[in-house]
């Protein structure tokens, strides 16, 4: 009942195939779900909502088969365990730069033995779960995400990828272009390099890697790397550009001269 989707995708060597959550509106978490995405990345570091606007996101996910993945603001256990109790069962901590960091982010997302998470959560009562069934559950369920995004991180992958509860360690394009002194440049020279080495050294340590990106062939591009966990964009995004895209090609077909049957008919 509490298999993780994505965590069993990543453990037969498969992609999931996820998209974010640019607004807190209930009814683009829905529409979103319903493309049959295998995660939904709910960003509450840089989004504007909070944890208190979207603690239904998680149950509507659930119900539709698709994994909640919260990245939270920064490495702070009680953030993390609020996003778990409203219901993720993906958490990603953003500018993981070591391996101490990383047990860090494992304990505060594990309940005892293995961790410290307090025994409260939510979304069990909006789906009728009882704590007898999800606790024992709970940890494994979970899936760990830590995402690397600066010089030392860079420098220390491999002891932060052989740690033991980590399940993903994820890319931030951005971030890394800032602190490598190239800031608004992801596609700098020096940032494609390390995110091409960046799937074979995760993958040496037994752990899948992942990425955000925007679109079907950038996507496309980062599985032939060896990524593994790819958010591929929003609907809002693809939507826009799929109305645009609709739209010039409705104008130039009009714009084109028809033959005199379609003249008087119009």
């Known amino acids: 009942m509490f298999e993780n989707k994505v965590k069993k995708l990543l453990a037969e060597g498969k992609a999931a195939w996820g998209a974010g959550l640019l607004d807190s509106s209930l009814l ?41 993945l919260v990245r939270v603001a ?33 304990r505060y997302a594990k309940y005892p033995p293995e961790g410290s998470r307090g025994v409260s959560p939510l979304w069990t009562m909006f789906m009728d779960v009882s704590y007898e069934d999800y606790l024992p559950a709970g940890n494994q369920e979970t899936c760990v995400i830590v ?35 190239h800031i608004g440049q992801p596609t700098h020279p020096a940032v494609q ?15 899948a890697s992942g990425i955000a990106l925007a679109g079907f062939e950038a996507s496309r591009d980062a599985y032939e790397l060896g990524y593994r966990l790819i958010s591929i964009g929003h609907i809002l995004l693809q939507g826009q550009l799929g109305l645009t895209a609709d739209l010039k090609r409705l104008r130039e077909n009009a714009a084109r001269p028809r033959g005199d049957g379609a003249r008087e008919s119009a």
């Open 193 to 207: 390099k390390f995110l091409e080495e960046f799937p074979c050294r995760v993958m040496k340590c037994g752990k």
């Open 28 to 68: 683009m978490a829905k529409l979103t779900v319903n493309t049959d995405i295998d995660f939904l990345w709910i960003d509450t570091e840089h989004s504007v909502y909070g944890l208190d606007s979207i603690y239904m996101v998680a149950v509507i996910c659930r119900l539709g088969g698709c994994v909640p």
């Open 147 to 181: 995402q690397v995004e600066t010089p030392e991180g860079m420098k220390n992958l491999e002891s932060i990828a052989e740690v033991e509860g980590v399940d993903v360690v994820f890319a931030g394009p951005s971030d890394l272009a800032a602190s490598l002194g």
């Open 74 to 106: 920064t490495l702070d256990p009680g953030l993390i365990k609020r996003a778990l109790d409203f219901g993720a069962s993906a958490v990603m901590i953003p500018q993981v730069s070591n391996a101490e960091e990383a047990r860090l982010v494992v």
